[in-house]
């Protein structure tokens, strides 16, 4: 077990989470409105419905996802809570301000915000299922089983430093923003969410009348 292949997995795992999708977007908002923490926490809650993914692909508990109900399900309530949150984001852009004193989103409410999204998510299904399963058979054939649980760490590890470097990201540029720049990047965000719901609710209705 080398150096090079620990970082390597590490380095897998920042980029599985980099992609711009919902919870990166909700990342975006918590962190601009309110800082590092609520970004952070948002990042949290999606991490640890990761880890719930990959524990259950890693004890082979997916099966139950084939069945249809359980699809339509996920695309339609999935598809709910993102236009929920996007449609909040939206509706909240001119109701906040800049001013450390004033009264923040909740941290419980932001680590909800991250998990609930990421646990209903049939993209964040899928993409756990074709990822995170197709890197358990080539580890397993690559190193053997033993390590498997080893190098899983390596990739949640990425995960934690790349919802770090967000978290500081977002909270840094907080403080070069002017108010009208952040209403624009919290209703952008929140638009991001909606167009993110709206194509699971599509799949969702498609996956119920066919």
């Known amino acids: 077990m080398s150096i090079q292949v620990l970082a390597s997995y590490i380095f897998l795992g920042i980029t599985l989470a980099a992609p711009i999708g919902p919870v990166n977007s909700a990342r975006l908002d918590k962190g601009i409105k309110n800082g590092f923490w609520h970004a952070w926490i948002v990042g949290t809650g999606s991490m640890i419905a990761d880890g719930i993914f990959m524990v259950l692909i890693y004890m082979g508990l997916v099966n139950f996802l084939d069945i249809p109900i359980i699809q339509i399900f996920l695309w339609l309530f999935g598809g709910f809570v993102l236009i929920y949150s996007g449609v909040e ?122």
């Open 89 to 210: 984001s939206i509706l909240s852009a001119n109701k906040f301000s800049i001013d450390t004193t004033r009264r923040k989103d909740s941290l419980f409410r932001c680590f909800l915000t991250g998990f609930v999204m990421s646990i209903t998510s049939p993209l964040s299904i899928l993409f756990w299922l074709g990822i995170y399963g197709s890197v358990l058979a080539k580890t397993a054939s690559s190193y053997g089983t033993g390590d498997l649980l080893v190098y899983s760490s390596m990739i949640f590890l990425g995960l934690a430093v790349w919802d770090l470097l967000v978290a500081a990201l977002t909270s840094g540029l907080r403080n070069y923003l002017n108010y009208k720049s952040l209403i624009v990047i919290s209703v952008f965000s929140g638009l991001s969410l909606v167009g993110f719901g709206v194509y699971f609710g599509y799949q969702g209705i498609l996956a119920l009348f066919s």
